[in-house]
């Protein structure tokens, strides 16, 4: 889109932007139409359904200081990829060939490590290139900042720059590798726990250790290597395990030896990065704790919320942001407890029904499961810095394929599903 800005083809934007929208729309119509029979519900099914009906209320009341446009624009942002959610949850999962999904997310995740390569040769961000700050200021009223003209997102307190291959912006293209490295477990690890990775599959697993390495994200970062922990455990692979308990402990030696040594006057490089965030000195990090705080304390004084589009990435665009680094914060601040403590019980229970499913299930079911639930628990660290459901590739593909599954496991409550061909 920001190409298609740089062209002059602004007027055909607005449609390109909702097209996802009324595209996922038609697919959650045609699947009802193709129901043969009424479907059998699961507590997540109700619960997901409460929240979107209780931020709907949000959204049609004159509830907060923005106009019903902007309401329903913040409501989008808030609450639309339940939609999503319910149009995986009525796929006929004896349909779905996985395996084929799967791997367009593998060359995805390629294709977006070699872009990524040619960006660090070139030392040059690809959104330089491409019209993206423009296209920000002119739809979005957000200003070009930083110290490469983007966005502040683009660069560290240490000056190094952080890479977005294809992406929006390096959060967004970290957190795609969180969702990459779900899926290339998901996808390779057989039923006996076994790993056994194509050459595709290894390729991808490169680009996502280069993705994660050069977008400079602290907080995907420790949850790409969290990620890798859990699929050891659940997975029973004990020398992976053992070896992040080895690594833990020398990283601990290390950092104490960092802090020993660390030249406060002389910042740069990774290890500016990680020391100044650790004893909170990067302004980054400071301004995560003054957003937390800032929405705790709107939370407090507002339990039922401010309104929709008070915070988060709708509430940025209008200029009035309370609280908005926080997935979850942001959730509250907008719609008060009621909202948050929905959104809290189904994040648990999603993880809760992953683990008690993952070893009853086999092959696709079996895959579909194990990308959810790591994929869940790797977004976990992400959404308490950013508001991760804002980006419609990552969180259409996380409730696509929780739908999915709780699709897969309402139906193996009735018959037991036979593997579709090729799959």
């Known amino acids: 889109m920001s190409v298609s800005f740089m062209l002059g083809l602004k007027s055909i934007i607005p449609v390109f932007q909702f097209f996802k929208e009324i595209l996922v729309l038609c697919v959650l119509t045609l699947n009802i139409l193709s129901l043969r029979q009424r479907p059998r519900f699961h507590l997540l099914d109700y619960l997901i359904f409460a929240f979107l009906g209780y931020t709907f209320i949000y959204a049609i009341l004159p509830i907060g200081e923005h106009t019903f446009f902007e309401r329903l624009l913040a409501f989008k942002s808030t609450s639309f990829y339940i939609v999503v959610y319910f149009t995986g949850r009525f796929f006929d999962a004896r349909t779905i060939y996985i395996n084929k999904y799967f791997n367009y997310v593998i060359l995805l995740t390629i294709a977006a490590g070699a872009v990524l390569v040619v960006e660090v040769m070139m030392y040059q961000q690809l959104q330089l290139f491409t019209g993206f700050a423009e296209y920000c200021y002119y739809f979005f009223n957000i200003e070009p900042a930083g110290l490469f003209g983007l966005s502040t997102t683009f660069d560290s307190d240490s000056g190094l720059r952080r890479f977005a291959s294809f992406f929006s912006n390096p959060l967004e293209h970290a957190a795609a590798t969180l969702l990459a490295l779900a899926v290339i477990a998901a996808l390779f690890t057989r039923d006996n726990n076994r790993f056994k990775p194509t050459k595709m599959g290894l390729l991808a697993l490169a680009a996502t250790a280069l993705s994660i390495t050069f977008a400079i994200s602290r907080a995907p970062l420790a949850a790409y290597f969290f990620m890798i922990y859990i699929y050891a455990l659940i997975t029973k692979k004990k020398y992976i395990t053992n070896v992040v308990h080895l690594g833990v402990a020398a990283g601990a030696i290390y950092l104490f030896y960092l802090f020993t040594q660390f030249d406060a006057n002389n910042k740069s490089g990774l290890i500016a990065v990680l020391m100044n965030t650790i004893d909170f000195s990067d302004p980054s990090s400071v301004g995560h704790i003054v957003q937390w705080v800032e929405g705790i304390l709107a939370m407090a004084q507002s339990p039922m919320g401010l309104g929709l589009g008070t915070s988060g990435r709708v509430a940025g665009t209008l200029g009035e942001n309370v609280g908005g680094e926080n997935q979850f914060i942001i959730i509250g601040v907008q719609a008060g407890i009621i909202a948050l403590f929905l959104y809290l019980a189904i994040y648990i229970l999603f993880v809760k029904t992953g683990l008690k499913w993952l070893n009853q299930l086999k092959g696709k079911e079996r895959k579909v499961c194990m990308a959810v639930l790591l994929i869940k ?47």
């Not at 590739?393 to 699709?407: A, E, P, R």
């Open 377 to 423: 628990i790797g977004f976990f660290i992400p959404m308490l810095t950013s508001e991760v459901e804002s980006s419609s590739y990552l969180s259409y593909m996380n409730w696509l394929l929780s739908g999915l599954f709780v699709s897969i496991i309402m139906q193996q409550h009735s018959t037991p599903l036979q593997p579709a061909p090729n799959d």
